[in-house]
Nanobody, 124 residues
Framework: VQLQASGGGLVQAGGSLRLSCAASGRSTFSRYGMGWFRQAPGKEREFVAAISRFGESTYYGDSVKGRFTISRDNAKITVSLQMNSLKPEDTAVHYC?????????????????WGQGTQVTVSS
């Protein structure tokens, strides 16, 4: 599975961005749970959100609950992350990832495939 993240950019605090992750392999996309992670300079990678194979379950990191929404479209083989009420501490490179596992979506080590990342910068 190849993943291509896009949609990052510069936004003021309180603004919104929508990240997208396009995957290759339409016939296999629904076999994978999908997640978003982020990493800021000098910090460890952080779990942001994840969604199960058919979108029936979603999971969020504590720092983004109530502000971010993850969704997927298996027909278009994409997963999206709608980010609202952005804060300067959301500034990071955001990565999408795919896992064949059925659980432990919040752990980066659960994921088998990673995209290249897209930069999100939130100014105060």
């Amino acid at each position: 599975v190849q993943l291509q993240a896009s949609g990052g950019g510069l936004v003021q605090a309180g603004g919104s961005l929508r990240l997208s992750c396009a995957a290759s392999g339409r016939s296999t996309f629904s076999r994978y749970g999908m997640g978003w992670f982020r990493q800021a300079p000098g910090k460890e990678r952080e779990f942001v959100a994840a969604i199960s194979r058919f979108g029936e379950s979603t999971y969020y990191g504590d720092s983004v609950k109530g502000r971010f929404t993850i969704s997927r479209d298996n027909a278009k083989i994409t997963v999206s992350l709608q980010m609202n009420s952005l804060k300067p501490e959301d500034t990071a490179v955001h990565y999408c990832a795919a896992t064949a596992r059925y659980s432990s979506y919040e752990y980066g080590t659960s994921y088998h495939y990673w995209g290249q990342g897209t930069q999100v910068t939130v100014s105060s």
